[in-house]
């Protein structure tokens, strides 16, 4: 059974730099099978795509965060990275990593999500 | 950035059937992206429920249907229960902008 477990620090400052890590056990992350995603969640709100990386390295991001988006693949290390510049405030939020299935596209793992907030 | 667009609320009684909409557009639904659904209980991760515009994985109820048309799609909840309460949400992928996953805003489902 594949688990996704996310890392990382849950206070940024803000105009600091969100760095979060997947680790992935049960599976490999380097397979033609699936992509890897990270979604967020505000508080209170709904759900919003961030990326998706694929093991080669190739990756896509939403349009709205794209120029502050990074997504790696390390499959050394069997994990994938998120990694959001220049934060505020508006982007804490519950960070969650997924399996992504192909060619559908849906999101199956998730991890258990880790709070990432934005303060002084 | 473009996305689908679901009611913020429903409610119904237990043992009824309740439906969840999920409106589209050219660029995701409407242009044949499969439709998948999550169910998510407060603090809880989002759980998988329909993937596929229809497909239930294992362990679902079959009280829990998708389906889809043109730019559309639906949920449907058939004998309401009380542990259904819960917030839902739509998910599927849209070809503009170099192409990107969308979600819907989710929607609350009440059992009165």
């Not at chain 1, 992350?29 to 505000?42: E, H, K, L, M």
């Not at chain 1, 999101?107 to 880790?114: A, L, N, R, Y």
């Not at chain 2, 660029?27 to 659904?37: M, P, R, T």
């Not at chain 2, 603090?43 to 730019?71: A, C, H, M, Q, W």
């Amino acid at each position: 059974q594949m688990q996704l477990q996310e890392s990382g620090p849950g206070l940024v400052k803000p105009s600091g730099t969100l760095s979060l890590t997947c680790t992935v056990s049960g599976g490999s992350v380097d397979t033609n099978a699936y992509y890897w995603g990270w979604i967020r969640q505000p508080p209170g709100k709904g759900l919003e795509w961030i990326g998706s990386v694929f093991h080669t390295g190739d990756s896509y991001y939403s349009p709205s965060l794209k120029s502050r988006v990074t997504i790696s693949v390390d499959t050394s290390k069997n994990h994938f990275s998120l990694t959001l510049t220049s934060v505020t405030a508006t982007d804490t939020a519950v960070y969650y990593c997924a399996r992504v299935q192909l060619p559908q596209y849906w999101f199956v793992p998730w991890g258990q999500g880790t709070l990432v907030t934005v303060s002084s | 950035q473009s996305g689908l667009t679901q009611p913020p609320s429903v409610s119904g009684a237990p043992g009824q059937r309740v439906t969840i909409s999920c409106t589209g557009s050219n660029s995701n639904i409407g242009a044949g992206y499969d439709v998948h659904w999550y169910q998510q209980f407060p603090g809880r991760t989002p759980k998988l429920l329909i993937y596929g515009d229809s497909n239930r994985p294992s362990g679902v109820p079959d009280r829990f249907s998708g389906s889809k048309s043109d730019t559309s799609a639906s949920l449907a909840i058939t004998g309401l229960q009380a542990e259904d309460e819960a917030d839902y949400y739509c998910q599927s992928y849209d070809n503009s902008l170099s192409g990107h996953v969308v979600f819907g805003g989710g929607t609350k489902l009440t059992v009165l």
